[in-house]
């Protein structure tokens, strides 16, 4: 039998390129992947991406892309040539949006002669709450409208979702199996929960079927980065 793929990816929520590059050499031999968030970009820049894959490393670009169909799919496109494996549009930039965006990521790819990264749709953040939502001017509660924009991001062609832990077996019962989910909120019985209100340990989130799980706080965090992800993996197995 095949070896399971690693499927944590460990989020790389610092400030500078050197803290990040130090943990992708501790950390690559042990981990799926290295997630990109708005704080590590803004700061060192799509070098940091380069440096990165130089080492061999898989890339989520997690910039939460939300924009005019157009700019998202040129956005999509430089995120391409940049060699990135996943990245994140909000899918409350509707249809249009996320198609222009995964046909840009196919087309892109086929260029560059590289396989599309998956592109995910983000549905509600998981800091909104039904009053929030009511503020906006959504009148769906959470989960009906993660449902909505989930099935809306599958209709529209993506391949993948983010999602909460705790909305993995709902989302698992109305999508296509073939839809990749994402996610984070991943706690272990001795983490703090940080500011994660809605947590799984990481093995029951693969049990009720996420694909990949984003981990950060329990890892860059940890006194042994790298002991931290072994536990976590060996705790998969
Ligand atoms: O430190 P922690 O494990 O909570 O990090 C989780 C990562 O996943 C962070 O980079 C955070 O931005 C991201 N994320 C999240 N909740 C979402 C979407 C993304 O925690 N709904």
């Not at 399971?4 to 390129?17: E, K, S, W």
């Not at 509707?94 to 995910?120: D, F, H, I, Y």
């Not at 340990?201 to 009720?208: D, G, L, M, V």
Request: charge should be neutral; aromatic fraction near 2%.
């Amino acid at each position: 039998m095949a070896p399971m793929r690693n499927p944590i990816l460990a989020a790389l929520d610092v400030a500078t390129a050197e803290h990040a590059l130090t943990l992708v050499q501790a950390l690559s031999p042990v981990v799926g992947g290295f997630k990109i968030g708005k704080e590590l970009f803004i700061s060192a820049g799509p070098d940091i991406v380069h440096r990165i894959r130089a080492q061999g490393a898989s890339v989520f670009l997690d910039l939460k892309l939300h924009d005019i169909p157009n700019t998202v799919a040129r956005a999509v496109a430089a995120a391409v040539r940049l060699d990135v494996q996943m990245l994140t549009v909000h899918s409350s930039g509707g249809t249009a949006m996320m198609q222009a965006a995964e046909e840009s990521a196919r087309a892109a790819a086929q260029k560059a002669g590289c396989p599309p990264p998956l592109v995910l749709g983000v549905t509600v953040l998981t800091s909104l709450d039904n009053r929030s939502l009511a503020e906006i001017g959504f009148t769906a509660d959470v989960s009906r409208q993660v449902e909505r924009l989930a099935s809306l991001a599958a209709q529209s062609g993506l391949r993948g979702l983010v999602c909460s832990p705790l909305e993995i077996t709902a989302l698992r019962q109305i999508l296509p199996a073939s839809i990749q989910l994402v996610t984070p909120g991943i706690r272990g019985s001795s983490d703090t929960s940080d500011d994660q209100k809605r947590t799984l340990n990481a093995r029951q989130a693969i049990e009720a079927g996420a694909s990949w799980l984003v981990i950060g706080r329990p890892i860059y965090a940890a006194p042994d980065p790298r002991a931290a992800a072994e536990q976590i993996l060996a705790s998969l197995a």
